[in-house]
């Protein structure tokens, strides 16, 4: 009777869990969300999870959507199948009270340093199962050793949130935080006044995670207005001594003005990505290029990766996705080059499924791992026409996709062995801008020429020999990644002296040593009363070689905001992997890509943006129109 009650229960036990898979919800996608990629492990945070609701359930076949509470992850350290729900790990969100809790918003930003997870920016969720109170401003925490959540004690600029800027996980030690918007539901007190219209700021933040000091630099010279939300953003390390950002299309107003200013009816708003923008991370400063070649349509709410060529003679930018104009519609799933330092676009594939609110992470070396997002919609970047703007085919199996930067395919699988060879220069873009795979491009301007020399300096002033892969959010660093930066100034005339008279006196010292060998020998010969027959070795200088550090990247460096008088910080970058004791051969910083948001900037008038998904967040220390006006009286 035991053996048969112990055989009923384990039917019991098989068939519940049966039916809890089948009642599982099916994944639709996921939006308006968060994600990094560091030491090899993707992190997911924040946004909107829609789902197919289950079979047994009244709403089958119906797309409802949720609020994620935990952290996601994957190890990207082992080979995955997009299609395997296996792969997902997850980091617990516990709830007391709105003011100790962790949030879950959306188009926020999550950074790390491979030991810690920090939680910055976003909005609440307007979904009407979602609570309204928005929690206190401030920097969430999570101790990846102990487990723990904490809030952050920030120090440098005040802490307010910001949404919809762009956002590059540069390295282990800093991150960066370009623009955006501030937006009532992003922050308690600006809710409070009543006022409901978001405006765009100014401003480039700088995170350091070694202090965790907020700092912000000017926009000013970005563009017109200094201001761009929903934008592409990158950074490529081995151009010039630390680095320079660049940043493209998005959206941008007048700081300080309301969502009201922004005209649905044309693409004034837009900023057309034939006008790049480029910022030299050593004199924070910004330049504008103009670019030719396939350029794409405006758009926002898209992302990017970059890799450098093997020999540093070209950096390709990837570009994916982004919501076009609401009136012209004009939105493409092509993947875009634009090649740097010439400022080419290039068109490298043509697909046909546009996708937006997703975020793009370097995986490896030459992968980039498409994460969330969704099929935009006639005026709607936000899918509402259900199960068919669900990710159901494998391409976007999970909301995950990858794309091959070395064949220009899309995959479903990633092995990281093969994803650890090196970034490739694929034939589309080298018969552009010449060269082969391995780099030697000899287009290495932009057609209408350098819109000044001091750019062209810094285009030329690229490490050579760098192959440097850099992306918007994947970050790692090799176990001495500490060491100093291996000087390369010129000897001084002193130096070059000094070496001159030591090189003589050792070569004086030799001679007499020599002459004392020699006269030994004779005397040893002339003493003995049998000749020595035996052929002796030439003498041989001693041989020693030379070590050629290779190129090491400095940390992207932050600046204030206060008339740009900053004092600056320097670092090593992150090196990564590749030849003799495989370092220093490529510096890797995240970009990026666009932070996707919410859809409250739709180009719609403010009574249709605040019936979407509303955020928007203003930075620490921006300032808006108005308050320079103030400080000016």
Known sequence: ???????????AISLCCHLTVAQDAIFCNRMFHASTVVNNTLYVDGGELRQIAATNSTSYGKVAATLPTTVASIDLARPWNNANHSIWRHIAKPYATLATSPPSLNSGAIFSNGSSLWLYGGSINRLPNASQE?????????DLGSSDWSRAAPSGEPVQRLV?????????????????????????AFLSTGVYDGY?????????KSNQNFQNVSTVGM??????????LTSISSIGSQGVLIAFGGITSDAGASWGGLNENTESNFLPLQDISVYDIETQRWYQQRASGDIPTGRYDGCAVAATAS??????????GGWGSPVTQRTDGNVYVLSIPSFTWIRVTLDTDPRNGHKCHLMGTHHMLVVGGCLPTGFNGRPDRGVEDCDTGPKFSQGLGIFSLNSHTWTTDYDPGAGANRYQVHASISKVIGGTETGGATKRAPNVGFSSDDLRKLMSSNQPNSN?????????EPPNAQQKPTSSRPLSKGAIAGAVVGVTVAALILGIVLYLICHHRQSHRKESSTIDRSISRPWQPVLFNEIYAAPVGHELRSGTL????????????????????????ASRSHELPALPGSQIAKILPPDALHSALGDGKKGAGQYTSQQRRTAKK
Not at 468 to 476: D, F, G, K, P, Q
């Open 223 to 232: 563009n017109k207005a200094g201001t761009m939300f929903f934008g592409f």
């Open 200 to 208: 765009a700021v100014e401003g480039l933040l700088t995170f350091d």
């Open 164 to 188: 919809q800027g762009s956002n590059i996980d540069a390295s282990l030690s800093k991150a960066y935080y370009l623009g955006g918007t501030k937006d009532p539901f992003s922050d308690p």
């Open 134 to 142: 928005v929690p206190p401003n401030g920097i969430w925490r999570y």
């Open 562 to 585: 206060e008339d740009n008088r900053a004092k600056m910080w320097q670092r090593q970058e992150v090196s990564d992997t590749a030849e003799i004791y495989e370092m220093a051969t």
């Open 1 to 11: 009777m035991p053996r048969q009650y112990m055989s009923l229960k384990l039917l």
């Open 311 to 320: 020999d540093g003679s070209s950096h390709s930018i990837y570009v994916f």
């Open 468 to 476: 440097a892969s850099v992306t918007n959010t994947t970050v790692s």
